[in-house]
C-alpha cells in the first residue's frame, strides 16, 4: 500500500456543488499539505497542518476548506466548485524535522 | 512572498552528457533545500536534498549549494532518457515549515 493515499484519482464535477478530497497516510507524520498544481504554476499550498488542532492557511486558500479528522487524514472541501480550480490536487507529509516531503499520487479534478 | 526562481526550459541534452539545472530563491534566511523529480501526470518524488554550503553527491546527482549567493543547482551525470521529467526545487524559508516549490524545469534527454 502507498504511504500517502489520495481519493478519488479523478474527479469530474459541475459548478456550484461541493466536493471533498481526501487524503491518509501510513507514514506516522505530524505535518500533513494540500498542494495544487497549474501548467507553468508549479504547486501552491492551500492548507497545512502540524497536528490535529492546528490548521493553517496557504497562499490561495480562498475557496477551501480542510478539515484534520486524526493525524493520518487530512481532507480538502471545494465549498463551491467553480471551473479555475480545475487542476492537480497532491497531499503531502512530513516529519517534524521536515526532511523533504511524501507526496500522495494525486487527484485530478475537473471542474465544468 | 518568498520566491524559488526556475528556467522553465525545456532543457535538451544528449545521453550520456551532463545535465545543469539552476535555482534561485529570494529568502536569505533559507536553510532546507530540495529537489523533486515529477513525470507528466505524477506526483513529485525526492531525489535529493541539502543542508549546509557545497557539494553533495548521491550516485549520478550531484546538488551544489551556495547560501551568499542564494542558488541552488542539480547536476545529472551521464543523462538518461529515463531523466526526462520536470525538476522542482523547493525551499523551506527561515520563518514558515511549508516549502516553497519554484515552477520546475523541464529536461528532456534525447539517445
Known amino acids: 500500500d502507498a504511504d500517502v493515499t489520495q481519493t478519488p484519482r479523478n474527479r469530474i464535477t459541475k459548478t456550484g456543488k461541493r466536493i471533498m478530497l481526501e487524503c491518509s497516510q501510513t507514514?506516522?507524520?505530524?505535518?500533513m499539505y494540500w498542494y495544487r498544481q497549474d501548467p507553468g504554476l508549479g504547486l501552491q499550498l492551500i492548507y497545512y497542518?502540524?497536528?490535529?488542532?492546528?490548521?493553517n492557511k496557504g497562499e490561495i486558500s480562498d475557496g477551501y476548506s480542510v478539515s484534520r479528522q486524526a493525524q493520518a487524514k487530512f481532507s480538502l472541501s471545494l465549498e463551491s466548485a467553480i471551473p479555475n480550480q480545475t487542476a492537480l490536487y497532491f497531499c503531502?507529509?512530513?516529519?517534524?524535522?521536515?526532511?523533504?516531503?511524501?507526496f500522495g499520487s494525486g487527484t485530478r479534478l475537473t471542474v465544468v | 512572498q518568498k520566491e524559488v526562481e526556475q528556467n522553465s526550459g525545456p532543457l535538451s541534452v544528449p545521453e550520456g552528457a551532463i545535465a545543469s539545472l539552476n535555482c534561485t530563491y529570494s529568502?536569505?534566511?533559507?536553510?532546507?533545500f530540495f529537489w523533486y523529480r515529477q513525470y507528466s501526470g505524477k506526483s513529485p518524488e525526492l531525489i535529493m536534498s541539502?543542508?549546509?554550503?557545497g557539494d553533495k553527491e548521491d550516485g549520478r546527482f550531484t546538488a551544489q549549494l551556495n547560501k551568499a549567493s542564494q542558488y541552488v543547482s542539480l547536476l545529472i551525470r551521464d543523462s538518461q532518457p529515463s531523466d526526462s521529467a520536470t525538476y522542482l526545487c523547493?525551499?523551506?524559508?527561515?520563518?514558515?515549515?511549508?516549502?516553497?516549490f519554484g515552477k520546475g524545469t523541464s529536461l528532456l534527454v534525447t539517445p
Open positions: 503531502a507529509t512530513s516529519d517534524q524535522n521536515n526532511y523533504g516531503y511524501t
Open positions: 529568502d536569505r534566511g533559507s536553510q532546507s
Open positions: 523547493a525551499v523551506r524559508p527561515n520563518s514558515g515549515y511549508a516549502l516553497n
Open positions: 497542518s502540524f497536528d490535529v488542532k492546528d490548521i
Open positions: 541539502i543542508y549546509s554550503n
Open positions: 507514514k506516522g507524520h505530524d505535518r
